[in-house]
C-alpha cells in the first residue's frame, strides 16, 4: 500500500496519495515510510503543519534522524 501510495504521488492523480498514505498508516502504523510519504505529500501542498506533524511520527518510528535529515535536505536543495 505504501509502495502504491509513492507511485501515485508521482502521477497526475497524487491528490489520491494523501488517502492511500492514512489508509497505509492505519493498516501499519509502525512504517515510517507511509508518515514520511504523507509529509512529503503536505509539503508540496504547502501543508507545513501538517507535514511536520507526519515527518516527526516517522522518526518516532524509526528512532533516528540522520538518514531523513540528509534526504530532506538534499530534497529541499532539490527543488531551488
Not at 502504491?4 to 509502525?30: C, G
Not at 501543508?47 to 531523513?68: D, F, I
Amino acid at each position: 500500500l505504501v509502495t502504491q501510495a509513492w507511485q501515485v504521488l508521482q502521477t497526475p492523480q497524487y491528490r489520491n496519495a494523501e488517502q492511500l498514505f492514512v489508509k497505509a498508516i492505519s493498516v501499519a502504523p509502525q512504517n515510517p515510510r507511509a508518515y514520511l510519504g504523507l509529509s512529503y505529500y503536505y509539503v508540496n501542498q504547502r501543508r507545513y503543519s501538517e507535514a511536520w506533524q507526519y515527518y516527526t511520527k516517522a522518526l518516532k518510528v524509526v528512532g533516528t534522524a540522520e538518514p531523513y535529515i540528509y534526504a530532506s535536505l538534499t530534497g529541499s536543495m532539490a527543488q531551488h
